[in-house]
Nanobody
Framework: EEQLVESGGGLVQTGGSLTLSCATS????????IGWFRQAPGKELEAVSC????????FYVHDVKNRFTISSDNARNTVYLRMNSLKPEDTARYYC???????????????????WGQGTQVTVSS
């Protein structure tokens, strides 16, 4: 059974840092893209970052570029999202998801992803 389990969320002050983890099992990790998404109350799910585990390419939305870093530990089948310089607008529930890429893919689209975790809450206080 395919599983993704997020951890590492919490309450942090503006300017602080957190590292989220996405532990996976049940599928060939290095063949999948792993994406991070977030959803704030009353807002739509939005893409944050993605890593292609087959070649290590990384992708970020503009708002988090230079603040967030995605990385992958293939030995542990785990993807991390290091978040620095956090802002109140980063407050959201963060989800990781796995996508088996076939042809051209649009990493920012939630519908591209096959499996999802339950999420971890990140709250940034002002």
């Amino acid at each position: 059974e395919e599983q993704l389990v997020e951890s590492g969320g919490g309450l942090v002050q503006t300017g602080g840092s957190l590292t989220l983890s996405c532990a996976t099992s049940g599928f060939p990790f290095d063949a999948y893209d792993i994406g991070w998404f977030r959803q704030a109350p009353g807002k739509e799910l939005e893409a944050v970052s993605c890593i292609d585990n087959s070649d290590g390419r990384t992708f970020y939305v503009h708002d988090v570029k230079n603040r967030f870093t995605i990385s992958s530990d293939n030995a542990r089948n785990t993807v991390y999202l290091r978040m620095n310089s956090l802002k109140p607008e980063d407050t959201a529930r963060y989800y990781c998801a796995a996508n088996f890429p076939t042809g051209e893919r649009i990493w920012t689209l939630p519908s591209e992803y096959d499996f999802w975790g339950q999420g971890t809450q990140v709250t940034v206080s002002s």
